[in-house]
């Protein structure tokens, strides 16, 4: 069986990794299996947090809408369970977004829970 090398293709998994280190300070980006380490970490890390990016934002939200709602007299919960009762189907980030850029409709909204509350 011939002899097999893999000059070039390990080349350039190095070059891919080495490229991926480049903002790392000191060893992080010059030698090549703390790098490897470095960008493998970051990965890790990036994985995670785009799920957590998720449970940020809707912990956001929420507390967006409980602060507006509270100016309004009426607490998250009752808020949210009076508009799923009227039949109004909005999503958090929408209903923070009104909260935040306009106070008149979403005063509208917190009138409808009301009544159907």
Not at 9 to 21: C, D, F, G, Y
Not at 32 to 47: I, L, P, Q, S
Request: net charge positive.
């Amino acid at each position: 069986m011939p002899r097999v090398k893999s000059n070039v293709a390990r080349l350039k998994r190095k070059k891919k990794i080495m490229r991926l280190a480049k903002g790392a300070r000191g060893g992080r980006s010059k030698l090549f299996k703390t790098a490897k380490e470095n960008v493998e970490r970051g990965w890790r890390y990036a994985y995670r947090d785009r799920r957590q990016r998720k449970r940020e934002f809707r912990r956001l939200w929420i507390m967006r809408i409980n602060a507006a709602a509270r100016m309004h007299q009426l607490s998250y919960n009752r808020f949210m369970a009076g508009l799923k009762r009227a039949g109004v189907e909005i999503n958090r980030k929408m209903l923070a977004d009104l909260a935040v850029r306009d106070p008149a409709a979403f005063g509208e909204l917190v009138e409808v829970a009301k009544r159907s509350a």
